[in-house]
């Protein structure tokens, strides 16, 4: 199982990183906008702090601008760069065209064929969204699973789950075989904390010693 922290909020990705069970940290436009920074600069920044992929978005609208953009990217982020790639006709193409130079990941795959054709781009991550898919498709919670039984049997691609608001959303994701999973950073701090660990820990301290 990999974690990420979704963000590129600087003080979150630092505080993530801090824990040590991170494995780096996903960024869309929006996560971006959120930045005091402009993209260049948090990318740059958020390098120093993970160790780690860092997964960026790209947002050009043309075959060569994304070529462009990607190889701008890498300037940035070198060997920790994750090129997210939209599950469009024209990210599906872009995807072809950099696989062989890029790791990619198709994001916002809302179907298992769009799932199939990730793989068939060379993409090395196939990304849904949980929770957007159950809001907005009726039988959306099965997305994880068709997608996962889908891809079982390669081993050159991985789905990573992404939009989880709640704990039991992630568990449903990794219930259903996800072993990749990014997740906001106040949901992915409360999955440490429960209140019958921390009663457990004080009734340890309360009624035993250690070494110091």
């Known amino acids: 199982m990999t974690i990420y922290v979704d963000s590129a909020i600087l003080e979150e990705v630092q505080q993530a990183a801090s824990w040590g069970w991170i494995g780096g940290a996903t960024t869309n436009p929006s996560l971006l906008a959120k930045s005091p920074l402009p993209p260049r600069e948090t990318l740059n920044k958020m390098a120093q702090l993970v160790n780690g992929s860092i997964f960026y978005q790209l947002t050009a609208d043309t075959l060569e601008g994304m070529v462009q953009e990607a190889l701008e990217a890498h300037h940035i ?9 939209p599950a469009t006709t024209l990210g599906f193409q872009a995807a072809a065209r950099l696989s062989d ?26 990304i849904y969204y949980h929770h957007r898919a159950k809001q ?14 889908l891809l079982s049997g390669s081993d050159s691609i991985e789905v990573l789950a992404a939009s ?49």
Do not use: R
């Not at 130079?101 to 795959?109: K, L, P, Q, V």
């Not at 009726?138 to 039984?149: C, Y």
């Open 136 to 149: 907005w498709m009726p039988d959306g919670e099965t997305l994880g699973p068709k997608i996962v039984h």
């Open 77 to 85: 982020l070198q060997h920790q760069l994750v090129l997210k790639i």
């Open 101 to 126: 130079d890029y790791t990619c990941a198709i994001t916002a795959i809302f179907s298992p064929e769009q799932a199939l054709l990730a793989q068939a781009c060379g993409a090395s991550y196939a």
């Open 164 to 212: 989880f608001k709640s704990k039991q959303e992630v568990l449903e994701a990794a219930n259903a075989g996800v072993k990749h999973l990014t997740i906001k950073f106040d949901l992915l701090k409360s999955l440490a904390e429960n209140e019958y660990s921390q009663k457990a820990v004080q009734d340890f301290n309360a009624t035993g010693t250690g070494i110091v």
